[in-house]
């Protein structure tokens, strides 16, 4: 081979690396396919629809399916379970074309919409139920999006894969699939003043996602405190004596129960 010829195709190999990088990212990036943060394996229909009831689908219900597959977990919630509004996102574009023909088909296009984009970056905190079948990971991924997004009282129902130490408030197992389901906890860590029975003392609150303990004291008085959280609903046993409250932000404010203190409330401190 000529000297000339030789050196002329190393150089050409030598520089190739800056060829490429000096094409636009557009025409570089444009036949890579988008990276995908779960493989896409279809939910089997006797798991959505276990799934949807153990959500308590409402009629004034928002949905937001997140790994949307071919959105045959948004399409039942509208079609099967009268959701008013329902939306999926995939990143996957094929399963989002998919999605679409599978709502035309099912007569669902005017309540049920599928987004192609990443799930992290996605605004979810107008769901009132999110559902998942995603990896342990991405899970664990969401957890803190969950909790610091989505109102109290949210239903978080997810196929196949838990949240590791936020154990779930309801499980089933169906044709061999686990099924989890949470209900988001409103926030109540820290100190509170209370008044009840015509008494006033602090109640000192640690929480662990659902569970609550802590300590309640007056002057000279000092008492455990147990109990846990359902959405907004707070209960817990001071003295032997049931506390039923409502969660409002700063604010807690008694509900009636039989055997439930009847009239208390407390507020942050």
Do not use: C
Request: avoid cysteine.
């Amino acid at each position: 081979m000529p000297l000339a010829a030789a050196f002329s195709r190393v150089t050409v190999f030598s520089l190739l690396p800056l060829i490429l990088l000096s094409l636009p990212l557009s025409l570089r990036s444009q036949d890579a396919p988008p990276r995908l943060d779960v493989p896409y394996v279809p939910t089997p229909e006797a798991v959505v629809q276990r799934m949807l009831e153990m959500a308590e689908i409402r009629p004034d219900d928002y949905l937001i399916d997140l790994g949307s597959g071919d959105g045959r977990i948004a399409i039942s919630a509208v079609r099967d379970h009268a959701a008013r509004k329902a939306l999926g996102v995939d990143l996957n574009p094929q399963r989002i074309r998919e999605a679409r023909q599978n709502a035309e088909r099912a007569e669902v296009t005017d309540k049920v919409e599928f987004e192609q984009g990443d799930l992290f970056e996605k605004d979810i905190s107008k769901a009132d139920v999110l559902t998942l079948y995603l990896l342990p990971q991405v899970n664990l991924r969401l957890r803190p999006v969950i909790l610091d997004t989505l109102e109290p009282g949210t239903r978080v129902v997810s196929h196949a894969f838990s949240m590791q130490d936020w154990e779930a408030d309801q499980s089933d197992v169906v044709e061999g699939n686990y099924i989890y389901l949470w209900i988001v906890p409103a926030k109540v860590e820290g100190r509170w003043q209370v008044d009840a029975g015509g008494r006033t003392y602090s109640l000192d609150l640690h929480q662990h996602f659902q569970q609550v303990e802590g300590t309640a004291s007056a002057p000279g008085v000092q008492s455990e405190v147990k109990g846990s959280l359902h959405g907004d609903e707070l209960r817990f046993t001071l003295d032997d004596q049931l506390y039923v409250g409502k969660v409002e932000g700063n604010r807690i404010r008694a509900v009636p129960v039989n055997g439930a203190m009847p009239k208390w409330a407390a507020r942050r401190s």
